[in-house]
């Protein structure tokens, strides 16, 4: 599960993911971090079970945590199967099935947001 | 033996028809042969769904009270040409809104009419003795207009070239978004399915054919435009009514940097007369070959990485310079099969019967470039001859020099044997002052990607170079990598006027 972790400027010093880490002994995969001078956000990836356990463990160090299901959400009724999402998403998030029907993974997306802007349909957003 | 269409739509019409999509005809010709498959096929219904960017529709709105004339109009701030008459207009598909920007155009409106929605139609006129009226502003439903007719110029390409982009930046194209470094590949077109494809020797496909457009029934009026047959590159302009058009088989489309396009459904029902068109319907996508084109070459005439099949593209992979590249149709193919499979349905239910061409397309074809009668400026004719250039291995003291002496703020950076290597710059010399510890040689600062450009590049692009890498000089090099010349924003400058005086 897709965990969307954010920090304040004052708490980007603390090492709060490794320290997570060390006392839950959960292993945390970072898909992709973001970090600038006035904040932070990182999307992590743990295992489904463990997902309010380690929130609740962030937050509890100053983190704000967020629980992302379905991260890119896909309008049915817009899209039309074109693939035009497919070869662009660094995850493969988006394939065709048989009858060359859109299948979408999301549980592999990493929020990189570039089929948001690649279909051609509107028919991608990412949850808020 | 052979069938005349005037068999077949007797069969049509007493329901005895048989009718099969065209990409089931391979198969039915591999078990019963091509004689046996002419006995048992009548018509192969073709179908294709993609961006067909030259596309619109006429309408005629019916006159005002007092009436007017309608010079200048908008339909949802997407401005029509109203150069025809006093209420009939053309809107095409990719002209852009003037208040919404790109996400929203003309295939927009259209889109927004066949769905049942409701378009501000606003129109202005300098008025005239029999059109006193001076402008108009209305909501306007579908049903309103007197007629809506879609004709679309180009639809239909028998195929198209693949795209991928060689450069280090992302590409927004009307071929959809381009990964650097060969990072996909995209391409258009049912392959197969497409109607041309199955009747390249254009027999059955000609002026005046009933076919599939848009979920209603259309008609081809004749060659498209940039109609291209000896290339292997036919198009169609096709025409229907918008009033009986579909949402399901009419969609609009954003392509992100590149602006509106429509995407159109279009099917041709192929009637199978002698053994020639079981051949040509038997046409499978490995036998469909286009081009894979570097779309990051900002010219005309782009190259070409390899060739490719459409059973290489359909695939999702595909090998471009020795790595596997994922590929995205940017056509929906489950939409052509249902275009296919709809026109099959009315086939059989008698509701949809064949013509032969009135007038045969012209099979000579080829497209021209555009003629130039005035020369675009190019690097050579304004860039600066007069280079100072540093070596790798010298001191960052003597590029100081050479940047003061030479009144110039980048300085090109040449390996032993005079090729460009790197660029320095005053900022990175005044850096360097700072911060002593990174070292005393040109190598040590110098910055390695060069963004540069060639006598023969048009100004335009290098403009845009400059303009997209935020830099304010490019090297001029020569194919042995040699700078022989430099371009600035000042040079640009004296061409261009005020906009590049940076
Ligand atoms: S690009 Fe958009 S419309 Fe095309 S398949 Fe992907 S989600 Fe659907
Ligand atoms: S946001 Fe990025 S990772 Fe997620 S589905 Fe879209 S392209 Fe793939």
């Not at chain 1, 100053?62 to 035009?84: F, K, S, T």
């Not at chain 2, 005629?60 to 007092?66: K, M, Q, R």
């Not at chain 2, 070239?161 to 391409?187: Q, W």
């Not at chain 2, 590049?457 to 990598?481: M, R, Y």
């Amino acid at each position: 599960m897709k965990l969307l972790v954010t920090f304040s400027r004052k708490k980007m010093r603390e090492p709060i993911i490794a320290r997570v880490v060390k006392e839950t002994g959960v292993l945390v995969c970072i898909d992709r971090a973001q970090i600038d001078s006035a904040a932070g956000e990182v999307l992590i990836d743990v295992p489904d079970k463990e997902a309010t356990y380690i929130s609740e463990r962030m937050r509890a160090m100053g983190a704000q945590v967020r629980i992302l299901e379905n991260a890119i959400i896909r309008d049915e009724n817009e899209c039309v199967d074109c693939g035009a999402c497919i070869s662009i998403c660094p995850r493969e998030v988006f394939t065709f099935d048989e009858e060359w029907k859109l299948q979408v993974s999301e549980e592999r997306c990493v929020l990189c947001r570039r089929c948001v802007l690649a279909c051609p349909h509107h028919a991608l957003s990412q949850q808020e | 033996m052979e069938k005349s269409i005037h068999s077949i739509n007797e069969k049509i019409r007493d329901g005895s028809v048989h009718v099969i999509t065209a990409d089931r005809m391979p198969a039915i010709v591999q078990e019963l042969g091509e004689e046996g498959a002419l006995r048992e096929v009548d018509v192969v219904t073709t179908g294709t769904f993609g961006a067909m960017c030259s596309s619109g529709a006429f309408f005629n709105f019916g006159h005002s009270d007092p009436p007017l004339k309608m010079e200048h109009l908008w339909l949802n701030d997407v401005e029509a040409y109203g150069g025809i008459a006093a209420v009939d207009a053309y809107l095409g598909a990719t002209e852009q809104s003037t208040t919404r920007g790109e996400s929203y155009g003309g295939a927009h409106v259209l889109e927004d009419f066949v769905s049942g929605g409701s378009v501000e139609l606003r129109a202005i006129s300098r008025g005239t003795d029999c059109y006193p009226r001076r402008n108009i502003t209305t909501d306007l439903h579908l049903e309103d207009l007197n007629q809506a007719v879609m004709v679309n110029p180009r639809n239909a390409y028998q195929r198209y070239n693949a795209a991928t982009n060689t450069t280090d930046r992302t590409l927004f194209t009307y071929m959809g978004m381009l990964l650097p470094g060969c990072g996909n590949l995209t391409y258009s077109g049912a392959g197969a399915l497409a109607p041309l494809p199955n009747d390249p020797n254009l027999r059955t496909i000609g002026s005046g054919i009933p076919i599939f457009l848009g979920g209603a029934k259309g008609m081809v009026i004749g060659e498209g435009t940039q109609h291209s047959p000896a290339t292997g590159f036919a198009t169609l302009m096709v025409t229907g009514d918008l009033k009986q058009m579909s949402p399901d088989f009419l969609r609009a489309a954003t392509m992100y940097g590149y602006g509106a396009t429509l995407y159109v459904g279009v099917g041709a029902a192929i009637p199978i007369l002698d053994v020639d068109m079981v051949r040509s319907t038997a046409i499978t996508d490995d036998q469909i070959t286009v081009s894979v084109i570097d779309y990051g070459i900002p010219q005309r005439d782009r190259p070409a990485l390899r060739s490719v099949t459409y059973a290489d593209l359909k695939s999702g992979k595909v090998e471009l310079r020795g790595e596997e590249v994922r590929t995205s149709p940017l056509s929906s193919y489950r939409k052509a099969l249902q275009v296919a499979t709809t026109l099959k349905t009315w086939v059989e239910k008698g509701e949809f019967t064949i013509a032969l061409p009135t007038r045969h397309l012209d099979r000579t074809m080829r497209s021209r470039p555009l003629r130039e009668t005035k020369r675009t400026p190019r690097v050579r004719e304004i860039m600066d001859r007069q280079v100072v250039s540093v070596t790798e291995d010298e001191l960052i003291r003597t590029a100081a020099e050479k940047l003061l002496k030479g009144e110039t703020n980048h300085i090109p950076v040449l390996d032993r044997v005079g090729k460009l290597v790197g660029i320095v710059t005053t900022y990175d010399v005044s850096k360097a002052v700072l911060r002593p510890e990174k070292g005393g040689l040109v190598r040590d600062i110098m910055t390695r990607r060069v963004i540069r450009t060639t006598p023969e590049e048009t100004v335009d692009i290098a403009a845009q170079k400059l303009e997209k890498n935020n830099i304010s000089a490019l090297p001029v090099v020569d194919s042995e990598d040699h700078v022989i010349g430099m371009l600035t924003a000042i040079d640009l400058g004296k061409l261009f006027g005020g906009r590049w005086q940076s």
